[in-house]
């Protein structure tokens, strides 16, 4: 048959930028509030905060968040939340020696949204090694 009319416009094929990889650092982090993160590996559009230990969402889209922590000789639980709520938890038993508290997943966000770590019972014993990433996957 015939050709068809032209279709709308399309974009202008960039993608979605939005990353970030950082490590702790430092041992000890305080419990019960977000942990900053200090030694960053990978920020290149700064929305993670050093300082803080906040991801801001500027970009509406689907993200997906990791995190490897470890902890020495201790009870702990690290927490993934999504404006201030508990979207993941990870615990770990008493050991003698090293194990590691890990979780990721995929949220939705929208512009202004925050996300961010924090350790509770046994935070203290988080080390430097310890490690949260994050990345758009796509807008939306």
């Known amino acids: 048959g015939p ?3 032209a279709g709308p416009p399309g974009s202008n094929g960039a993608a979605a930028r939005a990353a970030f990889a950082v490590r702790l650092g430092y041992n000890f982090p305080h419990p ?4 900053a993160f200090k030694n960053v ?3 290149g559009q700064d929305l993670y905060n ?4 906040v991801f801001t969402c500027t970009q509406p889209g689907v993200y997906q968040f990791d ?3 470890t902890l020495y000789q201790n009870v702990g639980n690290v927490d993934l939340r999504h404006n201030d709520k508990l979207v ?3 615990f770990t038993t ?3 020696g090293y194990v590691t508290a890990t979780g990721g997943t995929i949220l939705q966000l929208a512009t202004g949204d925050t996300v961010y770590l924090s350790a509770n019972y046994g935070g203290n014993g988080l080390t430097a090694d310890s490690f949260f990433s994050g990345h758009i996957l796509f807008s939306v």
């Open 94 to 96: 008493q050991q003698s």
């Open 41 to 43: 590996i990978y920020n």
């Open 88 to 90: 993941l938890h990870s």
């Open 32 to 35: 019960g509030k977000p942990i």
């Open 67 to 69: 995190f490897h922590c």
């Open 3 to 5: 050709q068809g009319p």
């Open 50 to 53: 050093t300082k803080t230990g």
